[in-house]
């Protein structure tokens, strides 16, 4: 006993929150960029023989107000660091960001003053991919886990955003002049 029996076929009765993260779940569209050589796995994880698009993910924007996905896909430099900080501030909530990559994810081996080490100091990351560089059904996977961590937001979830991402102007304007230093 139950409304689903009073109601007349192929109508179906769901939950608000359950219906938006479905439809979350499968239009995840990522933002068109890349940084390195992991970059190269991510355009391969788009052609037929991947298939991406099983996901709703195929569509690659090239704005971030059209982006909700982040896919970091290489070593993050200092120079890039204010750059990716400021594309990602664009985006709109909800917005999600995978770490593709040992470099995005810590550095990888480049253990220097001239690479940030893990994508995490200046942005919170929601998937971590091993590997150097991972193939593209780890990204398939990373997608995977990121749906699963969709499925279980509620709306509640997004009522403190307008705290402050990690990184603070100040230390924008910091990673900016060692930046400039740099180029000097
Ligand atoms: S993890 Fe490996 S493949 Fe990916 S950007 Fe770093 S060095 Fe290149």
């Not at 006993?1 to 569209?29: C, D, F, H, Y």
């Not at 704005?63 to 982040?70: I, N, T």
């Not at 896909?73 to 995978?98: F, L, T």
């Not at 402050?164 to 100040?170: E, K, V, Y």
């Amino acid at each position: 006993m139950g409304l689903e029996e009073k109601l007349p076929e192929g109508i179906l009765t769901t939950q608000l929150e359950a219906l938006v993260n479905w439809s979350r779940q499968n239009s995840t569209w990522p933002l068109l960029f890349g940084l390195a050589c992991c970059a190269i796995e991510m355009i391969a994880t788009g052609t037929a023989r991947y298939d991406i698009a099983r996901y709703g993910s195929e569509l690659f924007r090239a704005s971030p107000r059209q982006a909700d996905l982040m896919i970091v896909s290489g070593r993050v430099s200092n120079k890039m660091a204010p750059v990716i900080k400021r594309i990602y501030d664009q985006m709109c909530e909800p917005k999600w960001v995978i770490a593709m990559g040992i470099c995005a994810s810590a550095g990888g081996p480049f253990n220097n003053y001239a690479i940030i080490q893990g994508v995490d100091k200046i942005m919170p990351v929601d998937v971590y991919v091993p590997g150097c560089p991972p193939r593209p059904e780890s990204l398939l996977y990373a997608l995977d886990k990121l749906r699963e961590k969709q499925a279980k937001d509620t709306f509640r979830t997004y009522a403190n955003l307008d705290q402050p991402t990690q990184l603070t102007a100040s230390e924008i304007d910091a990673l900016e002049s060692l930046r400039q230093k740099q180029t000097a």
